[in-house]
């Protein structure tokens, strides 16, 4: 049996070419890059993606693509990913959003059971 994700779709579903309009939008990228540089991380950092793509095939994860990535995860596993391709594609921006995707939910949801 397919493993599901919270929108009940089969993650054999997700097609590729959402997957990859997935990620940071250029300020929570921007962002997420002074924090981990704020907490002593920039020594470990790319300076390019050229770089991060050349240490990720050495076997080095540079700290932001960890980052990114554990978000990412997250917001598939709590938001799902018909939101977040909703959303822009930005997880950190669909978070910022969650207020009318929760709203909407319940709406449907009580509205159902009525
Ligand atoms: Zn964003």
């Not at 940071?24 to 790319?46: F, K, N, P, T, V």
């Not at 596993?77 to 319940?106: E, K, N, Y």
Request: aromatic letters at 4%; a negative charge; glycine letters at 8%.
């Amino acid at each position: 049996m397919p493993e599901m994700n919270n929108e009940g779709r089969p993650e054999e579903e997700i097609r590729m070419d959402e997957a990859i309009r997935i990620g940071l939008c250029d300020d929570h990228w921007s962002h997420l890059r002074q924090s981990l540089l704020e907490i002593g991380l920039g020594q470990y950092m790319s300076e390019d993606s050229t770089e991060m793509t050349e240490q990720m095939m050495a076997g080095t994860i540079d700290p932001m693509l960890a980052a990114s990535t554990t978000i990412i995860r997250v917001a598939l596993l709590s938001l799902g990913l018909d939101a977040i391709i909703q959303s822009g594609g930005c997880p950190l921006c669909t978070f910022r959003d969650i207020v009318p995707l929760i709203t909407d939910s319940t709406a449907k949801s009580y509205l159902r059971s009525n």
